[in-house]
């Protein structure tokens, strides 16, 4: 069955940076959008970044252009999250989501705090 799994979440200072990753399975990755949300306490759900099955084009929240990256390795079926330059405000669940399937990750905690 189709799974996502994401890691790399933690704790880090303000000006920090983390990389999330998400390893799928149970479909063939290479031909999915894939996107990262993010929750924070109170508030909606909100789309962080998407990247299309090659990889080729990417978009991303305002809030968050120029210091996260999304990425993929359709090889080894993970896509990236790098996120650089994190602020208080980035403090959320992060979840990695197959739109074409309507799949969510367990999602990881990133908490930015001094």
């Known amino acids: 069955q189709v799974q996502l799994v994401e890691s790399g979440g933690g704790l880090v200072q303000p000006g920090g940076s983390l990389r999330l990753s998400c390893a799928a399975s149970?479909?063939?990755?290479?031909?999915?959008?894939m996107s990262w949300y993010r929750q924070a306490p109170g508030k909606e759900r909100e789309l962080v970044a998407r990247i299309t099955a090659t990889g080729g084009s990417t978009n991303y929240a305002d809030s968050v252009k120029g210091r996260f990256t999304i990425s993929r390795d359709n090889a080894k079926k993970t896509v990236y999250l790098q996120m650089n330059n994190l602020k208080a405000e980035d403090t959320a669940v992060y979840f990695c989501?197959?739109?074409?399937?309507?799949?969510w990750g367990q999602g990881t905690q990133v908490t930015i705090s001094s």
């Open positions: 149970g479909f063939f990755f290479s031909t999915y959008a």
């Open positions: 989501y197959v739109g074409g399937l309507l799949r």
